[in-house]
Nanobody
Framework: QVQLVESGGGLVQPGGSLRLSCSAAGFSVDYYAIGWFRQAPGKEREGVGCISSSTSADSVKGRFTVSRDNAKNTVYLQVSSLKPEDTATYYC???????????????WGQGTQVTVSS
């Protein structure tokens, strides 16, 4: 069965960091672009990072770093200096090329909740 499963969410204090995992089954993550998105209540889903299939280097965008472990068939999202406004459900998604547009991705995980609060 082809699927993505996110994990690692939870309650984090402001200023802290968090690493989310996106484990793939049924396909190899090194052959696909894996994007990370988040969606807060009442807001649109927004892209926070993506790693393409053509690179082994981490993808860094401000406080967000996307990395890939091919041996574990898992992609990670590291978020640093967390703020209350980072509170959202975080999703990973797979498709052929990276994009910040959610509708460009065809396979999605179920999401993991991140709450930033003291």
């Amino acid at each position: 069965q082809v699927q993505l499963v996110e994990s690692g969410g939870g309650l984090v204090q402001p200023g802290g960091s968090l690493r989310l995992s996106c484990s793939a089954a049924g396909f190899s993550v090194d052959y696909y672009a894996i994007g990370w998105f988040r969606q807060a209540p009442g807001k649109e889903r927004e892209g926070v990072g993506c790693i393409s299939s053509s690179t082994s280097a981490d993808s860094v965008k401000g406080r967000f770093t996307v990395s890939r472990d091919n041996a574990k068939n898992t992609v990670y999202l590291q978020v640093s200096s967390l703020k209350p406004e980072d509170t959202a459900t975080y999703y990973c998604a797979a498709d052929h090329i990276c994009s910040t547009v959610a509708s460009h991705f065809s396979l999605w995980g179920q999401g993991t909740q991140v709450t930033v609060s003291s």
